[in-house]
């Protein structure tokens, strides 16, 4: 009896052996496969599709009994979480910079050089500082102009004023050399109506002298 039954339970076990080898490795394929889908969603910047399916190989029963794996898709998990950390930081970091580029150089300082997205962060700061100098040499370039025109409106107002100046003190030496012509007029009409008085009394006084002469000279 029990010469037949030890081959039946050999058989058994042998069959138990055969299907558990191949639950396993299936279970351990399905985890592989997870690995490497994973991955792949990680290449195309899907993290969090990558980190989903890396959640799910962690709960197969070969990673959680025997640990198959298990370190492997801790760093993958790992990894994945930083790098949606870092993408969220750049493309963070170009939407700031959009509005204020001294705010979006410092988001995407804040990438750690070992990132994936630390190259790109970095041509991305490069480009956002060329911006900067580029706004600051405009500004500077506008203020230039302000004072160009400014000095510009400076020498036409004092060439203006110049002008001004010029003709006023030409009115001015004007209505002076009038005011002189006229005195001088005045003085030599003035003059000239004294002589003809002093020619008038002296006339008379001769007329005068001449008439006492002759009533002289009649006596």
């Not at 994936?116 to 041509?123: A, E, G, K, N, T």
């Not at 060329?130 to 004072?147: C, G, N, R, V």
């Not at 006229?182 to 008085?197: G, H, I, Y």
Request: net charge negative; proline share 0%.
């Amino acid at each position: 009896m029990i010469n037949k039954i030890v081959p039946w339970a050999i058989a058994g076990i042998a069959l138990v052996c055969c299907v558990a080898t191949i639950y396993s490795f299936m279970a351990y394929r399905d985890v592989v496969n997870k690995i490497v889908a994973s991955e792949e969603f990680s290449d195309l910047e899907d993290y969090g599709q990558a980190i989903t399916i890396l959640e799910s190989a962690m709960t197969s029963w070969i990673v959680q009994s025997f640990g198959v794996k298990r370190e492997t898709l801790e760093n993958l998990s790992t990894a994945a979480a930083t790098r949606e950390l870092d993408k969220r930081h750049f493309e963070d970091g170009i939407d700031v910079g959009s509005n204020d580029l001294l705010d979006g150089i410092n988001k995407l300082s804040e990438i750690a050089q070992g990132s994936r997205y630390f190259d790109q962060s970095q041509i991305k700061i490069g480009e956002f500082r060329i911006q900067l100098l580029e706004l600051e040499l405009d500004s500077a370039d506008e203020k230039i102009k302000k004072t160009e025109e400014e000095i510009k409106r400076l020498l036409i107002s004092n060439k203006s004023l110049e002008t001004t100046l010029n003709q006023e003190t030409e009115s001015k030496l004007a209505a002076e050399s009038s005011a002189s012509m006229a005195n001088q007029r005045a003085d030599d009409e003035a003059a000239a109506k004294r002589l003809a008085q002093q020619q008038a009394a002296y006339q008379e006084r001769v007329a005068q002298e001449e008439a006492a002469a002759k009533e002289l000279a009649q006596q």
